[in-house]
């Protein structure tokens, strides 16, 4: 008699014949693919980081011509982009791929094989927005791409029409992941596993899903808004024509807002497991830090307006987005007092995971005090625009979620590959970043006090910005060979011995159950 073979599970990954690049490339395997989102995310990283170098090399001296300031405005959009779309978001999803299934106890993620898609709409997208340098020029209006400054009259070629079909195709890969974390969390925890025995992480990246969720569409509709005023003739943001241009700002930032807290979530999230294991003790209020995860999820999608305060809003809608911008400042206050005490009385073993755990919070709440100044309108006025804000976001986005990065990085590592990072290497690592970052800055406070405003490719001397912006771009450089010593020594690690046992850090959840690397 004939046996007919079972159809599999959608929620199995199947197996490859042979091995080798191939098997990466069709694979399904969450663990595989959580590994190829961290490698193109760094290499992003990297990527973002030259602009980076190149932007502040132009700003270090005055009345600069190191590059033409249209040059300077396609790779200060694409710097943003990057840094934004195809580093911080997705590498939070790449540690979601490849620890929640081990820290649930699932044997992968929900589905997959849209996980396998939505990572590969990655270099898509990338791909999309890059291929205008060579088509004339990349996007040139900045990351947010104000009206009128992105509609054809302003800008003509091809960079702004790449750039919303790139970001499209990045916002169907973050929204399929989104469905799958959701999914794969709520119904494939291991048996006794409770939503309140999940680990932080988890909850984090659970809350992070939810918004991408909520969020994605909106930023998809807009840019759909945005691709038809400058290819179908419609007016949605042409005041001339009766459309309104603070549409725009509305709805980028009701989805930008919540944007920030998808960068930021899952670097509290990993600085949630770090600091109980090298702390030697549990962490301090476990359901007040998954709440507060959930609030901040909840209140992000109030304060969208707080940049919008220079652009006339109503009185109430002023008051109203002034009280929950400082509203949600609490949730974060709970987490870090919560982080706090977990690490107060605790065997506290400083290894360098747990130092870019601590370099986390007291950059991101170098950070979050900027924020409250922002909430503030009087204050607000005399800093909207300036070089205050782009220190603000760099302390959270940087001091925060690459902090938070490269903390999971050395910590999980040993897990992911049987091998450790050199400990040594990786606390210079972290003290040249840290000094590098705090260089780079919080110059850029003073800047914006001093009234030098942000988006310029250059400015006349005799303003008292010389000295900073000098300073600002050292701090760059600092940065940069921190980077280089981290890449020697993760090739050079990779090189080395599997030594790593299978709980090398004593750690408290499920994936330090299981082999290093897991099977």
Same mark, same amino acid.
């Given at each position: 008699?004939?046996?007919?073979?079972?159809?599999?599970?959608?929620?199995?990954?199947?197996?490859?014949?042979?091995?080798?690049?191939?098997?990466?490339?069709?694979?399904?395997?969450?663990?595989? &693919?959580?590994?190829?989102?961290?490698?193109?995310?760094?290499?992003?990283?990297?990527?973002?980081?030259?602009?980076?170098?190149?932007?502040?090399?132009?700003?270090?001296?005055?009345?600069?011509?190191?590059?033409?300031?249209?040059?300077?405005?396609?790779?200060?959009?694409?710097?943003?982009?990057?840094?934004?779309?195809?580093?911080?978001?997705?590498?939070?999803?790449?540690?979601?791929?490849?620890?929640?299934?081990?820290?649930?106890?699932?044997?992968?993620?929900?589905?997959?094989?849209?996980?396998?898609? #939505?990572?590969?709409?990655?270099?898509?997208?990338?791909?999309?927005?890059?291929?205008?340098?060579?088509?004339?020029?990349?996007?040139?209006?900045?990351?947010?791409?104000?009206?009128?400054?992105?509609?054809?009259?302003?800008?003509?070629?091809?960079?702004?029409?790449?750039?919303?079909?790139?970001?499209?195709?990045?916002?169907?890969?973050?929204?399929?992941?989104?469905? *799958?974390?959701?999914?794969?969390?709520?119904?494939?925890?291991?048996?006794?596993?409770?939503?309140?025995?999940?680990?932080?992480?988890?909850?984090?990246?659970?809350? =992070?899903?939810?918004?991408?969720?909520?969020?994605?569409?909106?930023?998809?509709?807009?840019?759909?808004?945005?691709?038809?005023?400058?290819?179908?003739?419609?007016?949605?943001? *042409?005041?001339?024509?009766?459309?309104?241009?603070?549409?725009?700002?509305?709805?980028?930032?009701?989805?930008?807002?919540?944007?920030?807290?998808?960068?930021?979530?899952?670097?509290?999230?990993?600085?949630?497991?770090?600091?109980?294991?090298?702390?030697?003790?549990?962490?301090?209020?476990?359901?007040?830090?998954?709440?507060?995860?959930?609030?901040?999820?909840?209140?992000?999608?109030?304060?969208?307006?707080?940049?919008?305060?220079? =652009?006339?809003?109503?009185?109430?809608?002023?008051?109203?987005?002034?009280?929950?911008?400082?509203?949600?400042?609490?949730?974060?206050?709970?987490?870090?007092?919560?982080? &706090?005490?977990?690490?107060?009385?605790?065997?506290?073993?400083?290894?360098?995971?747990?130092?870019?755990?601590?370099?986390?919070?007291?950059?991101?709440?170098?950070?979050?005090?900027?924020?409250?100044?922002?909430?503030?309108?009087?204050?607000?006025?005399?800093?909207?625009?300036?070089?205050?804000?782009?220190?603000?976001?760099?302390?959270?986005?940087?001091?925060?979620?690459?902090?938070?990065?490269?903390?999971? &990085?050395?910590?999980?590592?040993?897990?992911?590959?049987?091998?450790?990072?050199?400990?040594?290497?990786?606390?210079?690592?972290?003290?040249?970043?840290?000094?590098?970052?705090?260089?780079?800055?919080?110059?850029?406070?003073?800047?914006?006090?001093?009234?030098?405003?942000?988006?310029?490719?250059?400015?006349?001397?005799?303003?008292?910005?010389? =000295?900073?912006?000098?300073?600002?771009?050292?701090?760059?450089?600092?940065?940069?060979?921190?980077?280089?010593?981290?890449?020697?020594?993760?090739?050079? #690690?990779?090189?080395?011995?599997? &030594?790593?046992?299978?709980?090398?850090?004593?750690? *408290?959840?499920?994936?330090?159950?299981?082999?290093?690397?897991?099977?």
């Amino acid at each position: 008699m004939t046996t007919l073979a079972t159809p599999s599970s959608p929620s199995t990954p199947q197996p490859h014949p042979g091995g080798g690049l191939w098997s990466w490339i069709t694979t399904t395997d969450h663990k595989k &693919i959580g590994m190829m989102y961290m490698i193109t995310t760094v290499f992003f990283f990297l990527v973002g980081g030259l602009m980076a170098l190149v932007i502040r090399s132009q700003l270090a001296t005055s009345e600069s011509d190191l590059v033409s300031q249209d040059f300077y405005n396609q790779i200060f959009t694409m710097h943003g982009t990057t840094m934004i779309f195809l580093f911080v978001i997705p590498a939070g999803a790449g540690l979601g791929n490849y620890v929640v299934p081990l820290m649930i106890g699932a044997r992968d993620m929900a589905y997959p094989r849209i996980n396998a898609l #939505s990572f590969w709409l990655i270099p898509l997208g990338a791909a999309l927005m890059y291929s205008a340098f060579l088509f004339g020029g990349a996007a040139d209006a900045g990351w947010t791409s104000y009206t009128p400054l992105s509609r054809e009259e302003f800008s003509s070629g091809p960079g702004i029409d790449l750039w919303i079909m790139g970001l499209q195709v990045l916002g169907i890969s973050s929204i399929g992941g989104a469905v *799958n974390f959701i999914v794969t969390m709520l119904t494939m925890r291991a048996p006794g596993m409770k939503l309140h025995r999940m680990p932080i992480f988890c909850w984090t990246i659970l809350v =992070t899903s939810l918004l991408v969720l909520a969020a994605t569409p909106v930023f998809a509709s807009v840019l759909a808004l945005l691709f038809a005023d400058r290819y179908l003739d419609t007016d949605f943001f *042409n005041a001339a024509e009766g459309g309104n241009p603070l549409l725009w700002q509305h709805l980028f930032w009701f989805y930008s807002h919540p944007a920030v807290y998808v960068m930021i979530l899952p670097a509290m999230g990993v600085v949630s497991e770090v600091l109980p294991v090298f702390a030697r003790k549990p962490l301090f209020g476990y359901r007040a830090v998954a709440y507060s995860s959930v609030a901040i999820g909840v209140y992000g999608f109030t304060v969208w307006m707080h940049h919008m305060f220079t =652009t006339g809003l109503s009185v109430p809608l002023t008051l109203f987005t002034m009280a929950t911008t400082m509203v949600i400042a609490v949730p974060s206050g709970v987490k870090m007092f919560n982080w &706090i005490a977990t690490l107060w009385g605790g065997q506290i073993r400083f290894t360098a995971a747990m130092l870019f755990a601590i370099g986390f919070l007291a950059m991101f709440l170098i950070g979050g005090v900027d924020g409250v100044f922002n909430a503030i309108v009087p204050v607000d006025y005399a800093i909207n625009d300036t070089y205050w804000q782009v220190a603000h976001i760099h302390y959270v986005i940087f001091g925060g979620s690459v902090f938070g990065i490269f903390a999971a &990085i050395f910590f999980w590592f040993p897990k992911m590959t049987g091998k450790f990072l050199d400990e040594g290497l990786g606390k210079l690592h972290f003290a040249l970043m840290f000094i590098g970052m705090n260089l780079a800055f919080m110059p850029m406070h003073f800047l914006g006090i001093a009234g030098m405003p942000r988006r310029i490719a250059t400015y006349q001397g005799g303003q008292g910005w010389e =000295t900073l912006n000098l300073i600002s771009t050292i701090g760059a450089f600092l940065i940069a060979t921190s980077i280089l010593i981290f890449l020697f020594n993760f090739f050079k #690690s990779l090189m080395g011995p599997k &030594i790593a046992a299978d709980d090398p850090w004593e750690g *408290n959840t499920l994936e330090w159950a299981t082999t290093s690397p897991p099977p």
